[in-house]
């Protein structure tokens, strides 16, 4: 059988990939070398911040407006609640690039910010000359039951998804695409490649890409004492990147406390470091004293993988040596899984027409050739 469609990596991207062509009637066929859901990847840790205003560039806002209605319909297809709009405060200096361009976002897509008091967010203490801002239509998804959903979705619409299935190589041979995994040999017109850090094992790029370690940690105990504090920000001048945090997530599997972290390009990932190495607890428990007024210690660590860019932007495009038949998304940069669903959409369009409507054009490969 010929399928329409391979998709190689039902992770986040892939997950939502083939939800999308086998919701259009197209046969595809998903192929992961895990399980639907695993810690080997970069979407495991319990949750993951999604907002509208933008601050990496206003060019993402349309496509996210698209995502909002994307998580939508998938939790009323799914009956389950993958979305919590608990909102997101931002802190900063007055001038804050992080600040300055989620303002900038904001005005240009008319999206609510609002400027608040520091005694508006009561758990943390904050320097007296600092800005906050609270983002309302904002909050956190769980990734572990969107990729489930999406997975057993797109099944439901007539998808095949194979697991423990990994792809070893894969070939052009005139209007197919052949691809050969461990155990068997599988054909279809186009293939989608959503390998998140593994792609380098697969393809080579054009342009460069580095998979880094990025940690994760959850305080003892829950610094806000309501499941409805908002998600957090924190632009700190003179540090590379910024501080992230969520409220404790009660109702969702994995550690209980709050769930904070550092996001900035890190360390080359090397494969069996221990969690919570010394650099990175001190960091972070350097956060936790500085911007909290509750005394709280990290009770545990995760790890998960990003996948940079060299701008540190998506990559969404067609492989040119393949003749229009193998698509790429990589290059997330730890800032891709709130778009998930459109992206779902952006490679199933590019599968069945090599087009597509969304605003998505900043994301191709040509940029880095300019
Ligand atoms: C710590 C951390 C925090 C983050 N926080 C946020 C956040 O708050 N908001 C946000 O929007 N984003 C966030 N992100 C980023 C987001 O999670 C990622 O951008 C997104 O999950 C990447 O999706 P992906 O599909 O590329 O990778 P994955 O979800 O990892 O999927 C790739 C899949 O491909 C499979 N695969 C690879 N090679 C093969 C092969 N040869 N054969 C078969 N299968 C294969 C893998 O096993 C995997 O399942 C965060 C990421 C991390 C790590």
């Known amino acids: 059988m010929v399928f329409d469609a391979i998709v190689i990596g039902v992770g986040s991207m892939g997950a ?33 911040i999604i907002r509208k205003a933008y601050f990496e560039h206003p ?13 939508q319909t998938l939790e009323e297809e799914s009956g389950t609640q993958l979305y919590w709009p608990v909102g997101l405060a931002y802190f900063g200096e007055p001038g804050n690039p992080v600040l300055v361009e989620a303002q900038s976002s904001a005005q240009a897509y008319q999206l609510p910010l609002e400027r608040k008091p520091p005694s508006y967010f009561p758990s943390f203490q904050l320097p007296t000359d600092w800005e906050c801002w609270l983002e309302p ?46 155990q068997e040999e599988f054909k279809a017109r186009k293939l989608v490649i959503t390998a998140g850090a593994f792609i380098k094992d697969l393809v080579n790029l054009s342009v460069p890409l580095q998979v880094t370690r ?58 069996h470091l221990p969690d919570g190495i010394p650099a990175e ?63 779902g959409e952006i490679l199933a369009d590019l599968v069945q027409k090599e087009s597509t409507e969304h605003p998505a054009g900043f994301l191709g490969l040509g940029r880095f050739s300019r």
């Not at 939800?19 to 859901?37: C, D, N, S």
């Not at 940690?215 to 992230?244: N, R």
């Not at 005394?295 to 996948?307: H, P, S, V």
């Not at 229009?324 to 290059?331: F, K």
């Open 16 to 48: 939502a990939t083939c939800y999308q062509l086998a919701k259009r009637g197209q046969r595809v066929l998903g192929l992961e070398q895990f399980g639907i859901v695993h810690d080997e990847g970069s979407h495991t840790g319990q949750s993951r």
């Open 59 to 71: 060019d993402y806002v349309p496509l996210l407006e698209s995502a909002y209605a994307g998580w």
């Open 214 to 271: 990025q940690y994760l940690a959850w305080t003892e105990t829950d610094p806000f004492g309501t499941p409805e504090a908002p998600c957090w920000v924190i632009a700190e001048p003179g540090t590379p990147g910024i501080y992230y945090g969520f409220p404790q997530t009660e109702h969702l599997p994995g550690p209980r406390g709050m769930k904070f972290g550092h996001h900035r390009p890190g360390d080359e990932w090397i494969p």
């Open 281 to 343: 607890t001190k960091v972070l428990n350097g956060v936790l004293d500085r911007y909290f007024h509750r005394d709280l210690t990290i009770g545990e660590w995760a790890t998960c993988k990003y996948t940079y860019s060299e701008d540190e932007h998506f990559i969404l495009d067609f492989l040119p040596e393949y003749n229009q038949q193998v698509i790429v998304a990589t290059g997330f940069s730890g800032h891709g899984f709130k778009f998930v669903p459109v992206i």
């Open 137 to 182: 239509e904002a909050g956190y998804l769980s990734p572990e039951l969107a990729i489930r959903a999406f997975a057993q979705m797109a099944q439901h619409h007539g998808a095949e998804i194979r697991t423990q299935q990994r792809v070893m190589d894969l070939e052009v041979a005139g209007t197919e695409v052949v691809v050969r995994t461990e």
